[in-house]
């Protein structure tokens, strides 16, 4: 298995942009992570799904972000507008069950928002 | 709330031993440490359930007393590759987890 896929790589943005961060868990996991790292907050669990359904919410900062898992392969994490603040590596993780929940982390997403 | 990991930094020389803790202030269903290194993603290292079960790392070994509500990693015999910042995760059985603040490990020749 390829692991799990995040895209891009890299973003820079300027402020008050869309930006959205695409995240491919692996095949037949069933949990799927958002995280935001910063050097100031550390790793910061945003929002988590089970079974494409958001199981708990409230990691995300503010109603500027937004993440959707519209099937078992892909899940978006948005945020608009941007904000400077908004800078950070953003994480995506899958893992397969809750309760030997090993999780494999993507390459992550730098974001920069100028 | 997150877990409290200790301590903040380390240096060792190759060879030498290393213990990291993580105490947690709820009651927990397992544990789990992850290494990751500078420019990288977090990488799993074991995990740690309640009852005993382990699964993990042939070189690293740990402890998790669910009693304190501790998990300690124990680094031995360390080599350079062990350099990294190391992440305690607590985890409740809803499938949550919440990270220390990482351990930061150099290991030098």
């Known amino acids: 298995d390829a692991g799990v896929i995040q895209s891009p790589r890299h973003e820079v943005t300027e402020m008050g942009q869309e930006v959205t961060l695409r995240c491919k868990p692996i095949s037949g996991h069933d949990y799927l992570f958002w995280y935001r790292q910063t050097m100031m907050r550390g790793l910061e669990l945003l929002i988590y799904f089970n079974n494409n359904v958001p199981i708990d919410d409230s990691g995300m900062p503010e109603d500027r972000f937004s993440a959707k898992m519209p099937n078992a392969s892909f899940s978006t994490l948005k945020i608009q507008p941007s904000e400077p603040r908004d800078s950070a590596v953003y994480f995506c993780?899958?893992?397969?069950?809750?309760?030997?929940?090993?999780?494999?982390f993507g390459a992550g997403t730098r974001l920069s928002v100028l | 709330q997150q877990p409290v990991q200790s301590p903040q930094a380390v240096i060792l020389r190759e060879g030498e031993d290393a213990v990291i803790n993580c105490s947690s202030s709820k009651a927990l269903y397992s544990v789990h440490w992850y290494r990751q290194k500078h420019g990288e993603a977090p990488v799993f290292l074991m995990i740690?359930?309640?009852?005993?079960e382990q699964k993990g790392h042939d070189k690293i070994s740990a402890s998790f007393n669910e009693k304190k509500q501790q998990s300690s990693l124990y680094l031995t015999a360390s080599q350079l590759s062990y350099s990294g910042t190391y992440f305690c995760?607590?985890?409740?059985?809803?499938?949550?987890?919440?990270f220390g603040d990482g351990t930061t490990l150099t290991v030098k020749p």
């Open positions: 993780a899958s893992s397969l069950g809750a309760t030997k929940n090993i999780q494999y």
């Open positions: 740690l359930l309640k009852g005993g």
């Open positions: 995760g607590e985890n409740t059985n809803a499938g949550k987890s919440t």
